[in-house]
């Protein structure tokens, strides 16, 4: 992984995270973790927007 944010809501239910992996830098994947499961909920560019682009780091099960 290249790069990771991080944020937590305000009433610390759930925390949120925004990966760019090393190998797909023009993409972000967002992760949540609720409880005690984390889960891959997005995916999107760096900038812009490109609904063709195939990403390589999708999981198969997206909510």
């Given at each position: ?32 973790k609720e409880k005690d499961l ?26």
């Amino acid at each position: 992984m290249e790069e990771i944010n991080e944020e937590t809501n305000k009433n610390n239910s759930y925390v949120s995270t925004t990966v760019i992996f090393a190998d797909e830098p023009n993409a972000r994947y967002f992760y949540r973790k609720e409880k005690d499961l984390i889960y891959q909920y997005s995916m999107a560019p760096v900038k812009g927007s490109d609904p063709k682009y195939t990403y390589k780091h999708i999981e198969e099960r997206l909510p």
